[in-house]
């Protein structure tokens, strides 16, 4: 469904409402920028010539870039668990950003665009122009704030900096003489009236003064003067000339509080599409004031049973207090990132501080592309959004439907389109989690109760492969060591392998294992940097010779091209596990798939929930929990 900043507050109780049954809430972007590394080459900065980053170098780099560019469009699935009819029902959003501030506000925010960005967008005919004509507001928490503490300042009368005139500002002193002789004149008064005075150009009186009224120089003079000689009365801005009376608190107060709530009210508004965010990571909506819900699918007011509206929110409101939404999205480094700066503020120096506010603001986080590839020993798995949603598509269960309201991707493949994208993700999430539980081709570990679960190390692992006409054939696992934190043996369970037996440790040392086949390439047309997946997703998809004009690979690359794949890792015993017996790829397996995907609870997601795919960098992930399980 696409949402514009007409339709945006008629359907923004619709989605609070979908948001408090969610199962999970799946996220896509368009982005007008991406980190280039070819920038940094050009100016001499390549610090890491060649070799693989490190995940700190990697979120520094993505972090400038974030900071530099923006998000022009979100893409909101939220998906709900129908347990009566054992289907999926999906509500698909699709939304252009406005990146302009209302002016009242006094923040400025800087934007701008990357020519290859803007040049893959309008490619796959991406309307450039929608964010400024139709694209929906939104304010970051730290903007927010900003804007809330300039209004503030604003109110308080002796926190202006005063303007110190120099003795050859003759016009200027002038005209601070006249108002301070004028102002004196009036307070010595006989009469109580009149109960103000008018402070205006010289003249303003005769029927043929023509001047325009004070300027914003001379209205500032007045202000100060009011202010450190006058503390008894109050000076009020009017059109041309400014207003001089006695100074009443209750009065001031009231007209103080009448203005910092036309202004929140403009703050409300401008805040847009974080109000959604907000819902989902359990985000306070105190200050969203119901009366705007009331208007129609145009943005037209419309009469409406206020009582019922503000009963409505406030059970909204509640149901979302202690919600954290599942959030799913494929490929997801790169953008929390760019969703964090966007929606919530200035991001943090380390990767470590970022791992643990986003993992504290949404408990569980699951990437798609590390589920597809995680174990996985294939060289070249299939993991872009459109392979998977292909191979995918074909399984009967679990049942996905649309819901009624959002019929617009039906039919019709809309490919970076944000909406659309973050649908496909849902789809892939689904389907592939309830095929790989009852394929059983997650490994996990069990140990004792004190110690709970342990999510294994990233080494080894069996052959997922979606499709049952793979061009890759056989496929074997390393044994995992055990764990210095854990002293318990581990059970490593895998579907259709057998138990290993021990070979003898009497392989030279020199001797490499077997490399297995390299595929056939593919001559398809390499895919811009831009793609929705990111950069960095193009080292699993593309050809690793650097073909593609539009990236630099170089330092992306496996530093050690000849490590085998399979290579045995020793025991405790000093023992050198032999590979186990080929696995059936995963369409091939005889299995009884679920109705739903697992659990939230399960121990399958202790697996693959919180951990994000980070190629090209020597960590491969981004584990957001740092290595402790959910409990």
């Known amino acids: 469904m696409e949402v514009d900043r007409s339709s945006f507050h008629w359907q923004l109780p619709r989605m609070l409402r979908a948001l408090a049954k969610a199962h999970f809430v799946a996220v896509d972007f368009e982005l007008s920028g991406i980190q280039s590394k070819t920038i940094h080459r050009a100016k001499g900065v390549d610090k890491h010539q060649g070799r693989k980053q490190t995940l700190q170098q990697r979120y520094e780099e993505v972090k400038e870039a974030a900071e530099k560019y923006q998000i022009l469009q979100v893409?909101?699935?939220?998906?709900?668990?129908?347990?009566?009819?054992?289907?999926?029902?999906?509500?698909?959003?699709?939304?252009?950003?406005?990146?302009?501030?209302?002016?009242?506000?006094?923040?400025?925010?800087?934007?701008?665009?990357?020519?290859?960005?803007?040049?893959?967008?309008?490619?796959?005919?991406?309307?450039?122009?929608?964010?400024?004509?139709?694209?929906?507001?939104?304010?970051?928490?730290?903007?927010?704030?900003?804007?809330?503490?300039?209004?503030?300042?604003?109110?308080?009368?002796?926190?202006?900096?005063?303007?110190?005139?120099?003795?050859?500002?003759?016009e200027s002193l002038t005209f601070v003489r006249r108002v301070r002789e004028e102002i004196e004149k009036w307070k010595s008064r006989k009469t109580p009236h009149p109960e103000y005075i008018n402070i205006a150009p010289e003249g303003h009186a005769i029927t043929h003064f023509t001047e325009r009224g004070?300027?914003?120089?001379?209205?500032?003079?007045?202000?100060?003067?009011?202010?450190?000689?006058?503390?008894?009365?109050?000076?009020?801005?009017?059109?041309?000339?400014?207003?001089?009376?006695k100074y009443d608190e209750k009065r001031e107060d009231a007209i103080k509080q009448q203005k910092m709530e036309a202004f929140k009210e403009k703050v409300t508004r401008q805040v847009g599409l974080r109000w959604v965010v907000e819902g989902m990571c359990g985000g306070s909506l105190d200050n969203l004031n119901p009366i705007m819900f009331a208007k129609g699918i145009e943005g037209k007011p419309v009469w409406i049973d206020l009582r019922e509206?503000?009963?409505?929110?406030?059970?909204?409101?509640?149901?979302?207090?202690?919600?954290?939404a599942v959030l799913?999205?494929?490929?997801?480094?790169?953008?929390?990132?760019?969703?964090?700066?966007?929606?919530?503020?200035?991001?943090?120096?380390?990767?470590?501080?970022?791992?643990?506010?986003?993992?504290k603001l949404f408990p569980l986080i699951i990437d798609t592309k590390y589920m597809v590839t995680h174990n996985n020993s294939n060289p070249n798995p299939r993991s872009s959004l459109?392979?998977?949603?292909?191979?995918?598509?074909?399984?009967?269960?679990?049942v996905i439907e649309l819901h009624p309201e959002h019929p617009n991707y039906k039919d019709m493949v809309h490919a970076h389109e944000a909406g659309y994208d973050s649908f496909t993700t849902a789809k892939v999430l689904i389907r592939l989690s309830a095929k790989l539980e009852a394929a059983g081709y997650y490994t996990h570990v069990v140990e004792s109760e004190e110690e709970g679960w342990h999510t294994p190390p990233e080494e080894g692992g069996v052959l997922i492969n979606l499709a049952s006409d793979s061009d890759y054939g056989e496929s074997s696992s390393k044994k995992h060591t055990p764990s210095s934190h854990h002293p318990t043996s581990h059970r490593v369970c895998?579907?259709?392998?057998?138990?290993?037996?021990?070979?003898?440790?009497?392989?030279?040392?020199?001797?490499?294992?077997?490399?297995?086949?390299?595929?056939?390439?593919?001559?398809?047309?390499?895919?811009?940097?831009?793609?929705?997946?990111?950069?960095?997703?193009?080292?699993?998809?593309?050809?690793?010779?650097?073909?593609?004009?539009?990236?630099?690979?170089?330092?992306?690359?496996?530093?050690?091209?000849?490590?085998?794949?399979?290579?045995?890792?020793?025991?405790?015993?000093?023992?050198?596990?032999?590979?186990?017996?080929?696995?059936?790829?995963l369409?091939?397996?005889?299995?009884?798939?679920?109705?739903?995907?697992?659990?939230?609870?399960?121990?399958?997601?202790?697996?693959?929930?919180n951990k994000l795919r980070v190629n090209g960098t020597v960590e491969g992930i981004c584990d957001l929990t740092g290595g402790v399980p959910r409990r």
């Not at 500032?220 to 009020?236: G, Y």
Request: aromatic fraction near 10%.
């Open 75 to 170: 893409g909101l699935t939220i998906v709900i668990q129908d347990e009566q009819t054992g289907k999926y029902i999906a509500r698909p959003y699709n939304f252009f950003l406005n990146p302009i501030l209302e002016e009242k506000l006094d923040i400025e925010r800087i934007f701008s665009y990357q020519s290859g960005a803007v040049e893959f967008l309008l490619g796959h005919k991406f309307n450039m122009g929608a964010s400024f004509t139709k694209g929906v507001a939104y304010l970051s928490r730290e903007e927010e704030a900003t804007a809330m503490e300039i209004e503030v300042a604003k109110r308080d009368r002796f926190a202006i900096p005063d303007i110190h005139l120099r003795s050859d500002e003759v």
């Open 494 to 585: 895998l579907t259709e392998v057998t138990n290993l037996a021990p070979a003898a440790a009497t392989m030279p040392k020199s001797k490499k294992a077997k490399k297995p086949k390299k595929p056939k390439k593919e001559t398809t047309k390499p895919k811009s940097a831009f793609a929705h997946f990111g950069m960095f997703d193009l080292l699993e998809e593309l050809n690793m010779d650097g073909a593609d004009k539009g990236v630099d690979f170089e330092d992306m690359e496996d530093d050690n091209e000849e490590t085998p794949l399979l290579a045995a890792a020793p025991n405790p015993d000093g023992w050198k596990i032999a590979a186990p017996p080929a696995l059936k790829s």
């Open 309 to 324: 509206l503000k009963r409505a929110h406030e059970e909204v409101k509640e149901n979302l207090k202690n919600k954290r």
């Open 386 to 398: 459109e392979e998977l949603d292909a191979d995918l598509h074909k399984e009967p269960v679990p």
């Open 587 to 609: 369409g091939e397996c005889d299995q009884h798939v679920s109705q739903f995907m697992p659990v939230w609870k399960s121990d399958f997601w202790n697996v693959y929930g």
């Open 328 to 359: 799913v999205g494929h490929n997801l480094f790169m953008d929390l990132i760019n969703f964090y700066k966007c929606f919530f503020g200035q991001l943090p120096d380390t990767v470590e501080e970022f791992q643990a506010i986003i993992h």
């Open 214 to 245: 004070l300027n914003g120089y001379q209205k500032r003079l007045v202000h100060q003067l009011v202010r450190a000689e006058h503390p008894d009365l109050v000076s009020i801005s009017r059109a041309g000339f400014i207003q001089i009376m």
